[in-house]
């Protein structure tokens, strides 16, 4: 009998993913505290499934949580997102009937199908009454220190978005000057993976060199 799943993920091995694609049908709410959050995986699965989720995101200017993907959770009735401004870096999911899922990977999709990652799955079976209350006492500490975001948020979001994208065109040129700069001090350390070395020897542009540098 398993009780617990080793999550090293690297390559191809992608087990959170896996675990949130498929989920058992008798999975019916989930509590995931995950600090950064751009991809949608788990929200569709719970709108899709009508599993109830809490979710609560680091939530700031610098978008570490989609506005795009809040917009989608607090449009749905099955899904309530809480808001934390700061001190938030947990990446932890409880699977209620299913288990629980500690580890480093934040619900981006490179996390989810990129990084290297490393955490824990336990499963249900191996969840005593100690620890399953120690899960909840920390899922209830996050409800009671923060407020949920509702559907009149919407607006809000929409104005934000709008009134911050010329600012955030310009942050995202200053911050591939600063990657570009970056790459062209250090790229002696960068690993290539088998069959980039080749990439961009017709072009010598910065371009096609900060391409080759992240194809890694």
Not at 38 to 67: R, V
Not at 75 to 99: M, R, T, W
Request: a neutral charge.
């Amino acid at each position: 009998v398993c009780f617990m799943k080793l999550c090293y993920d690297y390559k191809t091995k992608r087990s959170l993913a896996v675990i949130i694609k498929t989920l058992p049908k008798n999975v019916t709410s989930i509590y995931a505290a995950i600090a950064f959050s751009q991809s949608d995986l788990l929200i569709n699965k719970c709108i899709e499934e009508k599993i109830q989720l809490e979710w609560w995101g680091l939530f700031n200017s610098g978008l570490s949580t989609s506005l795009d993907l809040i917009k989608k959770a607090i449009s749905s009735d099955c899904i309530k997102f809480y808001p934390f401004a700061e001190l938030f870096h947990p990446k932890v999911i409880y699977f209620q009937n299913f288990g629980l899922y500690i580890g480093s990977a934040n619900m981006t999709n490179n996390a989810l199908y990129n990084n290297v990652e490393a955490g824990i799955f336990i499963y249900e079976s191996e969840i005593d009454d100690e620890k399953r209350n120690e899960t909840l006492e920390f899922f209830d500490f996050l409800r009671k220190t923060s407020i949920p975001a509702t559907r009149d948020d919407i607006e809000n979001i929409e104005n934000f978005i709008k009134s911050t994208f010329i600012e955030n065109e310009k942050i995202e040129k200053l911050y591939s000057n600063i990657d570009e700069n970056f790459e062209e001090c250090f790229k002696h350390l960068f690993l290539l993976k088998p069959g980039v070395t080749d990439f961009g020897k017709e072009s010598n542009s910065k371009k096609s060199k900060r391409k080759l540098f992240f194809l890694q």
